[in-house]
């Protein structure tokens, strides 16, 4: 009997220790319901996770709290998009304004991204010119392309530019070809943002100084001085590539959100058909 009567405490015990906890567990969802209502979704977050940690065996409230998740996560994809749509609306007007200061190339034909040039760079405006011409992309990816045809080749690979002590100076390209043109030697070589030995971070830096010389690096060298519409160019050509590159990383995000909200939503339609066929059953 003394052993029957202690089980019967120690049910009875279990039995209260698990109503307690199903009703604070129960509070805690109240509250978090009113921080989701209040639009409070970091709050209403913290408090269904403190249900998950503190309640593992309060199965209702848990599943109760799991629907209330999905649709915080809904609520704040949503948000998210709202905000990245008046981001874009800024860096838009911020593209519109400056856009018409370039030239679009772009062969549709064979080509799905464009590159922008300065209208001073266009290779029609310089035929037989050694110079430095930046370009940037549709996607705000910028390189710069080292054109050599002063006599000779002298199969450049790299160039240094430089403004009183200063320097920068490029890494060997990974892209640099040759070819002629009636007769007269012509070398190119491109390198891109990032692996430009911070050659164009110098030059939107200096872009105020007077000559800045250039110098092509290669089995012998050759030094010339950068026209101020060059340097010009490649620190306007910076400034679009930053924005194109805004817009881009915008996309990205609101493309992540929009997938999110899909997937989201699926699984709160799933959980309303189940509970209809739960209802049927």
């Known amino acids: 009997m003394k052993k029957a009567g202690l089980t019967t405490l120690v049910l009875a015990a279990l039995l209260t220790a698990c109503g307690s906890d199903d009703k604070k567990a129960g509070e805690l969802f109240q509250r978090a319901e009113l921080s989701f209502a209040?639009?409070?979704?970091?709050?209403?977050?913290?408090?269904?996770?403190?249900?998950?940690?503190?309640?593992?065996?309060?199965?209702?409230?848990?599943?109760?709290?799991?629907?209330?998740?999905?649709q915080v996560d809904l609520k704040e994809q949503q948000k998210t998009l709202v905000y990245l749509d008046s981001v874009m609306a800024v860096k838009q007007a911020e593209l519109d304004s400056i856009k018409g200061r370039f030239v679009l190339e772009k062969d549709t034909a064979y080509q799905e991204v464009g590159n922008y040039f300065y209208p001073t760079q266009v290779v029609e405006k310089n035929i037989g010119r050694s110079f430095?011409?930046?370009?940037?992309?549709?996607?705000?990816?910028?390189?710069?392309t080292s054109i050599y045809c002063a006599g000779g080749n002298i199969h450049h690979t790299a160039v240094k530019v430089t403004a009183g002590d200063l320097f920068a100076e490029t890494p060997a390209s990974l892209d640099s070809y040759e070819t002629t043109d009636l007769g007269k030697a012509i070398?190119?070589?491109?390198?891109?943002?990032?692996?430009?030995?911070?050659?164009?971070?110098?030059?939107?830096?200096?872009?105020?100084?007077?000559?800045?010389?250039?110098?092509?690096?290669?089995?012998?060298?050759?030094?010339?001085?950068?026209q101020p519409n060059d340097v010009k160019a490649i620190a306007e050509l910076s400034e679009l590539a930053r924005i194109l590159t805004g817009i881009e990383e915008i996309k990205k995000e609101q493309k992540e959100a929009n997938l999110k909200i899909q997937f989201v939503t699926r699984k709160i339609e799933e959980a309303e058909e189940g509970k209809e066929q739960g209802k049927e059953g």
Do not use: C, W
């Not at 309060?58 to 799991?66: G, H, I, N, T």
């Open 187 to 226: 070398e190119k070589a491109d390198y891109k943002l990032g692996n430009d030995g911070g050659v164009i971070a110098f030059l939107v830096a200096n872009r105020d100084k007077k000559n800045i010389r250039l110098e092509f690096i290669g089995d012998r060298n050759y030094k010339t001085v950068m």
């Open 38 to 70: 209040d639009g409070d979704y970091s709050l209403a977050k913290l408090q269904i996770d403190s249900i998950r940690t503190l309640y593992p065996k309060a199965f209702d409230v848990r599943k109760s709290a799991v629907r209330l998740m999905q």
């Open 132 to 144: 430095l011409r930046g370009q940037v992309n549709e996607l705000g990816e910028m390189s710069l």
